[in-house]
T-cell receptor, first 114, second 110 residues
């Protein structure tokens, strides 16, 4: 099993530009999570999908952030326009079921907005 | 009050000793509990899960859960320098995604 696959691994962009992060969950997993990790705030949930439907997006910081899951094997997290405070490591994770089951993380995307 | 609380450390133990990592949570409805290990610059890696009160052992790792006290811990026996990492406690109510603590940094001194 290839695990959760994220791309790109690193992204450096200028303030105001659009950034799109991509995630392929583990095959057969029906829950997908986007987390953001910073030194100050730790690991924060941004949005959670179950069977491709957004269940909880209360962690999305503001309207500049949007996420989609058009099918069971692909999700995107988009930031438009990006700001320096969005600099963080963004992780995608997936799990077999809704809620209680074990979640497995991708390698993350390190985003730097200058 | 944070939903999941951990001491940030660093917790320093000598090689071969037992490392004890602790976590408290605020939601009494929490149903499942996990420990993740995260090396610097890497992603969180699941090492233990526990769902019922008591102890669960897996190799050198033992997870302990006390729902009445809203407390979960991780013991690492015979600590090795390779165990040096940040350990994240994660809690799930069953309806939401995992909520993570801020992590405890463990340093195992050779």
């Amino acid at each position: 099993d290839a695990g959760v696959i994220q791309s790109p691994r690193h992204e450096v962009t200028e303030m105001g530009q659009e950034v799109t992060l991509r995630c392929k969950p583990i095959s057969g997993h029906n829950s997908l999570f986007w987390y953001r990790q910073t030194m100050m705030r730790g690991l924060e949930l941004l949005i959670y999908f179950n069977n491709n439907v957004p269940i909880d997006d209360s962690g999305m910081p503001e309207d500049r952030f949007s996420a989609k899951m058009p099918n069971a094997s692909f999700s995107t997290l988009k930031i438009q326009p990006s700001e320096p405070r969005d600099s963080a490591v963004y992780f995608c994770a997936s799990s077999l079921g809704q809620g209680s089951t074990e979640a497995f993380f991708g390698q993350g995307t390190r985003l730097t907005v200058v | 009050q944070k939903e999941v609380e951990q001491n940030s450390g660093p917790l320093s133990v000598p090689e071969g000793a037992i490392a004890s990592l602790n976590c408290t949570y605020s939601d009494r409805g929490s149903q499942s509990f996990f420990w993740y290990r995260q090396y610097s610059g890497k992603s969180p890696e699941l090492i233990m899960s526990i769902y019922s009160n008591g102890d669960k052992e897996d190799g050198r790792f033992t997870a302990q859960l006390n729902k009445a006290s809203q407390y979960v811990s991780l013991l690492i026996r015979d600590s090795q320098p390779s165990d040096s990492a940040t350990y994240l406690c994660a809690v799930n109510t069953g309806r939401r995604a995992l909520t993570f603590g801020s992590g405890t940094r463990l340093q195992v001194q050779p």
